[in-house]
Structure formats: C-alpha cells, structure tokens
T-cell receptor, first 116, second 116 residues
C-alpha cells in the first residue's frame, strides 16, 4: 500500500522568510513518482512538479526548490523568500506501479500562511 | 490551451435529488480521474478511466455513485439519490497517459456540491 505523510498541518511565516514543507512517503514499488500540488484559496489544484524515483537530482524553479532523498523516503519542498501569494494548501502525492498504477495517493496537505 | 473544464461550478440540491457533474478533459489526454475532497477525508480518488474505459472504481463510495465516459472529451459523475454526506468538492483531472513519463494529472476547478 502507498502512503504519504505531511506531518506539518499548518505553517505560518512572515513574508521573505524561507519555509520548508515536509513530505515522507511509503511504497514497496521500485518505480514511483512524486508530485507537489498547490491549492490556493480559490480552490483549484495546481500541478507544481513531478519527480521520478530513478532521478534523485534536486530541482530549482525560481523561488521553489525540491529535495528528493530516497534514503529517507522524503520529498521536501522549500519556498525561498516567501510571498503572500504563496499562501495556500500544499499537497504531496505519490503514484506507484503495480495494480494501483494510475492512482495518486495524496498527503493530508500543509496549510501555509504567509503574513505581510 | 484550455484546461480541464467542469460544470457546474456550484450545485445546491435537496436530499434525494439526482446530481450530475460534468467534465471535459484536456484535449489529447487519455486518462481521466474523479476525486472528492472533504475536510474529514481529504482528497479521495473515486474512479479513473483510460481510453474511455473504467480502470478502477474501488473508490466509489456506494451504488448511488456512477460514472461514465462516453467519449474522449466528456465524462459524467452521477449521484442518485444524493444525501447530505455527499456534500464535498468534486474534482476532475486528466493526464496524457497512465504508464509513461507524462502522467502528471491536471485538475479542473472543481464542483462544490451542497446537499441539504
């Protein structure tokens, strides 16, 4: 069975602070994919990044960066110099192979509030 | 390029009524997913299709729920009869494929369903 744990339910920061959102996953599959989605107050779910299990390179996109570590089964997301517009619920998700292929398993989400 | 389109955006209905939610996936995407989001249970996958064929409906809560995908550009999720506990936001998502590198799911804006 697949499982995603986002231990931080809520995080509150002041604008320009850096913030890291934690994600720990469980799967027995050797091939799997990890995702981060953003859900702003407007409600839609926005795809941010996909990472494949065979590619442990970290990725940076502007103020966003992702740290994938298979040794600790973690896929953490860092926002540098946070802005008010970053306020949203962030979901980490796992897609694994086998009979459940195609099914995204979501974490419970982390509510990020960035104060001006 | 249009994203996933869902209608209606909001639906308020009385218990016992039939509710039909509609989804148009991104053109060219072969896989379609229906999710439900509630505060208590988070994001749950209800059913997904690949090439218009239902692959896994194990997430459908009960027989009152049914989903169809008559063609590549349209899907419906029907609840009959509706109950207050069905109140949730229902998301439709689509992806290019299930078993390839290009399978990140893109979500529609959701339908907020309220059953009174």
């Amino acid at each position: 069975a697949q499982k995603v744990t986002q231990a931080q339910t809520e995080i509150s920061v002041v604008e320009k602070e850096d913030v890291t959102l934690d994600c720990v996953y469980e799967t027995r599959d050797t091939t799997y994919y990890l995702f981060w989605y953003k859900q702003p107050p407007s409600g839609e779910l926005v795809f941010l990044i996909r990472r494949n299990s065979f590619d442990e390179q970290n990725e940076i996109s502007g103020r966003y960066s992702w740290n994938f570590q298979k040794s600790t089964s973690s896929f953490n997301f860092t926002i540098t110099a946070s802005q008010v517009v970053d306020s949203a619920v962030y979901f980490c998700a796992l897609l694994a192979g086998g009979t459940s292929y195609g099914k995204l398993t979501f974490g419970q989400g982390t509510i990020l509030t960035v104060h001006p | 390029d249009a994203g996933v389109i869902q209608s209606p955006r909001h639906e308020v209905t009385e218990m016992g009524q039939e509710v039909t939610l509609r989804c148009k996936p991104i053109s060219g995407h072969n896989s379609l997913f229906w999710y439900r989001q509630t505060m208590m249970r988070g994001l749950e996958l209800l059913i997904y299709f690949n090439n218009n064929v239902p692959i896994d409906d194990s997430g459908m809560p009960e027989d009152r729920f049914s989903a169809k995908m008559p063609n590549a550009s349209f899907s419906t999720l029907k609840i009959q009869p509706s109950e207050p506990r069905d109140s949730a936001v229902y998301f439709c998502a689509s992806s290019l494929a299930l078993a390839s590198r290009d399978h990140e799911q893109y979500f529609g804006p959701g339908t907020r369903l309220t059953v009174t």
